[in-house]
Each structure stands twice: as structure tokens, then as C-alpha cells.
């Protein structure tokens, strides 16, 4: 994979070239009218791969234009729904501890794009062209039933597993739920691209690191991923391969709708359990990480630290999951958090000490949280993001 990764091919950013088709043929539209038709590979390809027709189902490449000598990293959300002020300030988040350029693959519904485009348009880094973002509309492969996918699990939350169709010249990117919050630089996650071998398309963090009371061992009702089956909140996706990839002539649409369509009356999670059996029979193309750049409510809720993290560690993404950055009486110090990076400016290189001392400040007020026990590991590691952050941010700057 190449990590200098690529963007293009979408009429809302006149930056972009027109793209050629890509390997997998799927056709994708709002409504269902035809089947979509299979790809004819018969195994697995990988885009490391020296074979020239594997070469060739990369497709075309166009890098970003640099900013300071850096080519962006591409990070993509899907927002439907009320879920635009928490999908800011989770941009927000990769943007303040970040100095490298930025660009954000945004798949939304019409009517949200004005009310982002103004948000996002104000940054002063957007201005700076350190930040860029493009728009995707919400498109289902034709041939599938788009309201019943829609409305599975969380509105619009499916629409993730093709984004590899429809971002089809981006060589990779980090997909990330709207409810999280990252608490490290966006390069230490992007580093792990490096880390893939010839095979892997993606990384994962598990679902669960309790064996005994993980919810897939416990309560799921079809095939999952490992031992405690995997969460995908937070989901690095090697799209070149994911275009690339055939098992049996299916490709990863394909396959996927085939999940779906026999396991539809099985899953609770939609899209992350379509996801679990996916990788349950290709268990050779996930790369496992760990919790810590994945970490829940489900981690500490119940007074253990169930990431065992170290005294020299920090959790690196913060998710939100369970509505955890909005539930006040359960879930109080996910919710200041929140409410103090959505009070941030946004703008790269934040004040470390201010923000830190009052996250100190709230949490100190607050009465009940099992998660409490965590607060110095999230604070030890905002403290340090922020500071190098802050200084290399500088540096840049005044160079420029």
C-alpha cells in the first residue's frame, strides 16, 4: 500500500480528477432497480502484489497537493441524522492534534451539507489548506434494498462498508464512528499502515479484551472474528486491496451483501457484526491492534480497566460509544471530555495545559463514574499529544 494515499473523483471538490472504473464493477444508486453483477477474480489479490494485473486494478493515483512538504492523511466519517455537531468535534479532535495536512471524506445527506460546509469552511486550518474535506452523497449498490439497509443499526451506519466503491482513487484511509475523539496525533495511527503485511486490508481493535463476558461470545447469534469478535468504530481500511480482493468470484460488496442477506435476522449491530463474519472466514486480512486506539465505555464501566493499559500508556482514540459523550448521570467524564473538546477552537496546537487542568477541574466535581480510574491515563496522554503538537505546529508555521 502505498501511504502517500490518494484522493479523487467526486463533482463536490473541483480538486479532484474524474476517475476510471475500478475492479469491482458494483453499481450504486439511492434506490434499488438491478442486481449487481459479480466480479470475476477467483482469489484474493493483494495491492503489494508484483503480478501487473494486480498493478492494474489499483487505478488511478493523484497526490494531494503539499502543505509543507507533507501529503494529507485521509480520515472518513458517515453522518446522517442528528449526528453533525458530534461529527465536528471529532474532526475537530484529529485537527488540534495533528500538524500534518488533513482530509476529510465526509458521506452525508444533502441537507446536512450546508451546515457543515459553513462549520468546516471557518476553520482557519481549511483556510490554510492544511485541512480539505469532500463530500459523498449516500449511495447503496443497486439491486439491494437501500431503506432496509439504511435503517439497520444506526441511520446511514452500513453506508461505511462501501466506501471503497465510492472513494474509489483513495489508496487508504481511517474510518471513524462520529463518537470519537482522538487524544494522540493522527500520524502515530496512520504509521500503522506501515505495519500491514502483503495480505492484511485492514486494522480492528477487539470488541471486547474479557473473554468470559464479551458480548459476541456471550450473545451472538452468528459467526464472529477471533475469540471476543472485533469492534469497528474505528476502522483502517486498505481500500486498494478492499477493491482487489475475490473469494469464490466475490468481491468485498458482493460478499458482503450475501452476509447480509443470510444473516440479516441474526445480527444486533449491524455493519460491525456484517463486518465479524466477514472476517471470521478471512481471518488472514485483518490486522489487530490494540485497545488502547479504541477505547470505551466498556473498558472501565464496571470499575476494571479492562484495556490494560500501563502506567506508561494512554488511550490514543476515545469512543463514545453507548451515547456515553451525552449521557450525564452514567457516563459524566466521557461527557466533559467531550464538552471540552467541543469548546476547543479549532485550530492546530492546543493551550495543553489550559484544557488539561479543566478536565482536572470537572472530573474533581464528579460524584460517581466507575471510569474514573482511568482519567490519569487520558490525561498523562492529552497532556504530552498536545505539547508536541503545539510545538511542532509552530515550527511549521513560522517555516512557512
Partial sequence: METKSTCGGDEEDSADS??????????????????????????????????????????????LPYWHGQTAMHLACVICGDRVPEALVMMKSGLVFSSSPLKFHIFTED??????????????????????????????????????????????????????MLAKDVDALVYLDTDTLFLTPVEKLWKHFSKFDNTQLTALTPESEDLVNGWYPRFAKHPFYGKAGLNSGVMMMNLTRMRSVRYKGKSWSKE???IFEEYQQKISWGDQCILNIYFSRHPELVYDYPCDWNYRPDHCMYG??????????????LHGNRRAFHDIPRMPMYTAI?????????????????????????????????CLIVSKFLMAGIRQTARSVKSRHERLTKKN
Wanted: charged letters at 30%.
Fill in 18 to 63: 474524474s476517475a476510471e472504473g475500478s475492479p469491482d464493477t458494483t453499481r450504486y444508486s439511492e434506490a434499488a432497480n438491478s442486481p449487481a453483477g459479480d466480479a470475476e477474480s477467483a482469489t484474493p489479490v493483494s495491492a503489494a502484489s508484483s503480478d501487473p494485473e494486480a498493478k492494474a486494478a489499483e487505478g488511478p493515483k493523484e497526490d
Fill in 111 to 164: 441537507d446536512l451539507r450546508k451546515d457543515l460546509s459553513e462549520t468546516l469552511d471557518a476553520w482557519q486550518d481549511v483556510k490554510d489548506s492544511r485541512v480539505s474535506y469532500k463530500f459523498y452523497p449516500i449511495k447503496y449498490p443497486l439491486g439491494v434494498d437501500a431503506k432496509v439497509w439504511r435503517a439497520t443499526f444506526q441511520p446511514c451506519a452500513t453506508m461505511r462498508l462501501f466506501i471503497p
Fill in 256 to 258: 458482503l451483501i450475501n
Fill in 304 to 317: 476494571v480497566n479492562n484495556c490494560h493499559l500501563s502506567n506508561s500508556k494512554a488511550a490514543k482514540i
Fill in 338 to 370: 467531550y464538552e471540552e473538546f467541543a469548546a476547543l477552537p479549532a485550530v492546530g496546537g492546543v493551550d495543553a495545559e489550559a484544557l488539561t487542568k479543566r478536565m482536572q477541574e470537572r472530573f474533581s466535581k464528579i460524584k460517581k463514574d466507575h
